[in-house]
């Protein structure tokens, strides 16, 4: 049963901002790290934030100082903030444990940045 359930994507305009969330079990959020990842057209997958249990945060250098991650580990939620965003930030958003676990992939949330 599906137990990770993005949302929050949309079309937004170049410059625009987007917040999306991620809604996670508690078996498998409260005691892991969690990570954002996106999968854009043409590209492998790939990390875009990622958080600890214990809310420290790392981000891949193409969205520093515009994307933002934190937690609510009594809601068992993760959000992304997105700022300043771009075309080529286009892609399926994905969250999951960092590590990710390959069973818990889902459907993901489409970010679509264009004019």
């Known amino acids: 049963q599906v137990q990770l359930v993005e949302s929050g994507g949309g079309l937004v305009q170049p410059g625009g901002s987007l917040r999306l969330s991620c809604a996670a079990s508690?078996?498998?959020?409260?005691?892991?790290?969690m990570g954002w990842f996106r999968q854009g057209p043409g590209k492998e997958r790939e990390m875009v934030a990622t958080i600890t249990s214990g809310s420290i945060s790392n981000y891949a250098d193409f969205v520093k100082g515009r994307f933002f991650i934190w937690r609510d580990n009594a809601k068992n939620t993760v959000y992304l903030q997105m700022n300043r965003l771009k075309p080529e930030d286009t892609a399926v958003y994905y969250c999951n444990t960092d590590p990710p676990q390959g069973m818990h992939w889902g459907q993901g949330t489409q970010v679509t940045v264009s004019s």
């Open positions: 508690g078996s498998i959020f409260k005691l892991n790290a």
